[in-house]
C-alpha cells in the first residue's frame, strides 16, 4: 500500500501522520527546522520560500496556539495567509467539507492547514484535491498531531542530541490524547529504545501494548531514571464521570510535582503540548523550572512547521 504523504519519489506531499512517515522524512524535517531557528533572532524574520503561494487555515475546531504558529510559520516563508471562521462558513450553512475544499482550490489555494474533530479528514481533504496543493494536519479529532510530534522531536534532539539512549515518559490522557500517538510512532521511528506511558487505567487505551510502550499506572515508578516527561493535558471535561474523580486526586496521584520529577534523571526534561492546567497536570514550580523547556516547544513549533510547508511545497509533482 502507498503512503499517501509521499510522492512516488518519497518526497513529502502531505503531513497527515507521523504514522508510517520514514526515519529520513523525519530527518529532513528536523534538519530543515534547524535551518529557520535562528530567523527569530533577526531583525527581518522573513525568507521568500512561498512567495506568490497561499496558505489556508482551515480550523473547524477551535486552537489558538496551533493555528497562530502556523500563521506565523506561513508569513515568514512569505505566504499570503488566510484564516477562515468555519463556524460562520458556509459548512455551518450545511456544505459539505468537499465542497468548501473545492471552492478554496478555485481561489488559488496552495497548502491546507487543517484541523478537523473527525479523524481521518485531512485524509479525505488529501485523496481529493489537485497534485500541486498540499495537505498539512494540525489536529484531527483522536487520531494524529503530526506538528505537535514533530516540534516535540525537534526539542528532544535539541536537548538530548541522540535519541538511541533515551528513555521518554508520556504522562496523563493517553486515551483522548492525538499528541501522545503521534508522539510514540515519532519515538520508535527515531529509535528511542524505551517509552513509558503513565496514567490511571480509565485513561490509558488498551490498544498500546503492541505498539511497543510500557505501561505503568504508578507515577513514581514510571518516572524513574526516564530522560524526558511528556506530559498531557487533562481536557476538564474529564474531570466529570467516569474517567476521573477530580482534579485534586488527579493531581495528588498524576501531576508532576518536584518530588515527582526527582526520581528522574537529573538532567531530565519537562515538556508539555499546552496549554497548561497547573496545579492539575503540573506544579507551577515545575512549569517555571529550568528543566522546563516547553517556552522553547513554542519557538521550535513555528521552524519545524515553517519546515514541513516549505518540504512540501518544494515536492515536485
Do not use: C
Not at 521518554?168 to 529504545?193: C, E, K, M, W, Y
Amino acid at each position: 500500500m502507498t503512503n499517501p504523504q509521499l510522492n512516488k519519489h518519497g518526497e513529502l506531499v502531505h503531513l497527515l501522520s507521523t504514522e508510517g512517515l520514514p526515519h529520513d522524512v523525519i530527518t529532513h524535517i528536523l534538519d530543515t527546522a534547524e535551518t529557520f531557528v535562528p530567523l527569530a533572532e533577526r531583525e527581518v524574520k522573513k525568507v521568500p520560500i512561498l512567495r506568490g503561494k497561499s496558505v489556508f487555515n482551515l480550523f473547524f475546531e477551535n486552537s489558538t496556539r496551533t493555528r497562530t504558529t502556523f500563521e506565523i510559520a506561513a508569513k515568514r516563508l512569505s505566504a499570503d495567509v488566510y484564516n477562515l471562521n468555519i463556524n460562520v462558513s458556509s459548512t455551518a450553512k450545511g456544505e459539505t467539507l468537499l465542497d468548501t475544499i473545492a471552492n478554496l482550490t478555485a481561489m488559488q489555494a496552495d497548502i491546507f492547514v487543517v484541523r478537523h474533530q473527525a479523524s481521518g479528514a485531512p485524509y479525505l481533504i488529501a485523496q481529493h484535491v489537485a497534485p500541486h496543493i498540499h495537505v498539512v494536519n494540525a489536529g484531527d479529532g483522536r487520531h494524529a498531531h503530526p506538528t505537535q510530534a514533530l516540534l516535540d522531536m525537534y526539542t528532544i534532539r535539541h536537548f538530548k542530541k541522540d535519541f538511541s539512549n533515551l528513555t521518554v515518559a508520556i504522562v496523563g490522557d493517553v486515551l483522548h490524547s492525538r499528541v501522545a500517538r503521534s508522539n510514540i510512532h515519532a519515538l520508535t521511528t527515531l529509535g528511542v529504545p524505551e517509552i513509558r506511558v503513565i496514567g490511571p487505567q480509565t485513561l490509558i487505551p488498551g490498544d498500546l501494548s503492541p505498539m511497543g510502550v510500557r505501561i505503568y499506572h504508578d507515577m513514581d515508578e514510571g518516572l524513574r531514571d526516564v530522560d524526558v516527561v511528556i506530559m498531557l493535558r487533562i481536557q476538564n471535561e474529564r474531570m466529570s464521570g467516569a474517567f476521573l474523580p477530580s482534579s485534586h486526586e488527579y493531581f495528588k496521584n498524576y501531576g508532576l510535582t518536584m518530588e515527582k520529577l526527582a526520581l528522574a534523571k537529573d538532567d531530565a526534561i519537562v515538556m508539555h503540548p499546552g496549554p497548561m492546567n497547573r496545579g492539575v497536570e503540573i506544579a507551577t514550580d515545575v512549569a517555571d523550572s529550568p528543566q522546563a523547556v516547553i517556552l522553547d516547544q513554542v519557538t521550535f513549533g513555528i521552524a519545524v512547521r515553517m519546515a514541513v510547508m516549505s518540504i512540501v511545497a518544494g515536492a515536485s509533482e
